[in-house]
């Protein structure tokens, strides 16, 4: 890989070990066909899995107690 751009040929040829270069060095490369720039392949964030559990931490308030019965007296209890 010089300067970061390779050509489709050489891709087809060494895609795996492109591939890992691109993940252990942490840098784009930019795919070209006939000389010309045609795609970029960049390497992931490194993002940790999300998780439903806390996904809602701080955004959401609880204003009283949300299991006790309400003061108001409903049409089925009478």
């Known amino acids: 890989m010089d300067n970061n751009t390779i050509s489709t040929s ?7 070990k492109i591939i ?3 993940a252990h060095k942490r840098a784009a490369v930019v795919i070209t066909k006939h ?4 795609a970029r392949i960049v390497p ?3 993002e940790e899995p999300t998780s439903l ?3 809602a931490r701080g955004g959401i308030t609880i204003h009283g107690d949300i299991v006790e019965p309400l ?8």
């Open 35 to 38: 000389g010309r720039p045609v």
């Open 53 to 55: 559990f806390g996904f």
């Open 20 to 22: 890992s270069d691109i």
């Open 10 to 16: 050489e891709l087809k040829a060494r895609c795996s």
């Open 71 to 78: 003061d108001v007296v409903w049409e089925a209890t009478e």
């Open 44 to 46: 992931l964030d490194d």
